[in-house]
């Protein structure tokens, strides 16, 4: 009796333990043996719970489901063919945590003669999971497989049953993802690095500085720019059109309220007054849509301030006040003597070029007077490599113009038809 006795405390004590570790299920991966534990609320079933050790010498696929995933009952009627077709070899059992009484009307009202574990709880803590469908696969009382629904096909399941393994994309679930966060911000999904494409729009931002930044990786094309203006946003997309003249204060028509989308002039970027007509944009695209990275900007600032203040900005030939670079009658060509392009710039208020495109020129000089009332337009017609000295810090353009009368060059006001950058407020 005494042996007896203390077996009884042995059993009493190991009890609890039993239960101990029932609760605290380990969760399972490919390769992992299966615990024989038990399948309960089985419907459609001769029995309403089963062993795993019950299907031994089957393939086993628990399908995860519920009532509300299409992608799940859409599935029903194909591994409904599948569990016919391989009748005894295959044994497809569906799961869910939904309770046994909708699932059992649920059957009923669609006749599906698949069976179900109900109410589960137990079978998601061993193969946990964030979404549905999703299938286990145990062949000889090892997980073999962990996949979505598109792979459990005949093919798949004939090639199993040979003893085979077939090549199937593992199905994993990220679940440190949260729905309700952006993508990727603080690694929800993945990481900055797996980007591809992607433009975003904020506020304005402390502590980041202003103005913008573009940069060139291996893989990607970038870009940013930070606490600017609707103005100056659009600018800076003509930058990467291939129009980059548009850029200049004077090439661009700002046809919209001011008031109304533009910060007080007398109010610097950082007061709060000022603040809410500042943003950062940032724009990512593959190495092969640098090209068309300006165009990409240029339709999400309509897109964003269209919504926002009735914005579209577009490119339209316009007639308008300039400031005509021609040739006067002493005009000779300026055939330059050296042998090798040289820029010097030891005295800081000229600049000498030597052998230098006058189209490189003519941009310097149509980017000195970007803020002037009317822009420079080159109507010269020369296309050559010249000579040329010229002083950069000459506020005065008619002064500068007069600097250019020994190269048989000048700068005369006129109008003239070109391309100019519009932004209308359309309402």
Not at 181 to 209: E, K, M, R
Request: glycine share 6%; charged share 25%; net charge neutral.
């Amino acid at each position: 009796m005494k042996i007896i006795h203390n077996m009884a405390v042995i059993l009493v004590c190991a009890l609890p333990s039993f239960l101990f570790a029932q609760d605290k299920i380990a969760p399972l991966k490919i390769g992992d043996p299966v615990p024989d534990i038990y399948l309960e609320n089985i419907v459609n079933y001769h029995g309403k719970t089963a062993r795993f050790s019950d299907f031994k010498g089957k393939l086993l696929i628990l399908d995860f489901w519920a009532t509300w995933c299409r992608p799940c009952v859409e599935a029903i009627p194909r591994f409904e063919q599948l569990q016919r077709e391989f009748s005894d070899q295959l044994q497809i059992m569906m799961v869910t945590s939904l309770p046994t009484s909708s699932i059992v009307k649920f059957f009923s009202e669609r006749k599906i003669s698949l069976p179900s574990v109900t109410g589960d709880q137990k079978l998601s803590k061993l193969f946990p999971h964030k979404y549905v469908p999703h299938e286990v696969w145990i062949q000889h009382g090892k997980v073999v497989a962990i996949t979505g629904e598109a792979e459990v096909t005949a093919t798949n399941i004939k090639t199993l049953l040979t003893e085979k393994q077939p090549v199937m994309p593992e199905k994993k679930s990220n679940f440190d993802y949260d729905l309700t966060q952006p993508l990727l911000f603080n690694g929800n999904g993945g990481q900055a690095t797996d980007l591809l494409y992607h433009s975003v729009f904020t506020g304005y931002l402390d502590g980041i500085g202003g103005g913008g930044v573009y940069t060139d990786s291996m893989s990607r094309f970038k870009i940013r720019a930070l606490n600017g203006t609707v103005l100056q946003f659009y600018q800076m997309a003509m930058r990467f059109t291939g129009t980059r003249e548009l850029s200049r204060n004077n090439r661009c028509i700002p046809e919209f309220d001011m008031q109304e989308v533009l910060p007080p002039t007398d109010v610097p970027a950082y007061d709060a007054a000022a603040r809410d007509f500042y943003y950062c944009y940032e724009l990512i695209v593959p190495m092969e849509l640098k090209d068309q990275a300006g165009e990409l900007m240029l339709e999400d600032l309509n897109r964003f301030f269209g919504t926002l203040y009735h914005l579209r900005g577009i490119i339209e030939k316009r007639t308008v006040k300039c400031w005509a670079l021609r040739k006067t009658e002493a005009f000779k060509e300026l055939v330059s003597p050296y042998p090798t392009p040289e820029v010097i710039s030891e005295d800081p208020n000229l600049l000498v070029y030597r052998k230098q495109p006058f189209s490189k020129f003519y941009q310097i000089l149509a980017g000195l007077y970007r803020n002037a009332p009317f822009p420079v337009i080159d109507q010269t017609g020369i296309t050559s490599e010249i000579d040329i000295t010229f002083p950069i810090g000459e506020k005065d353009i008619r002064k500068f113009s007069d600097s250019l009368e020994s190269y048989g060059l000048h700068l005369v006001q006129d109008t003239c038809r070109i391309d100019m950058l519009v932004i209308k407020q359309l309402k």
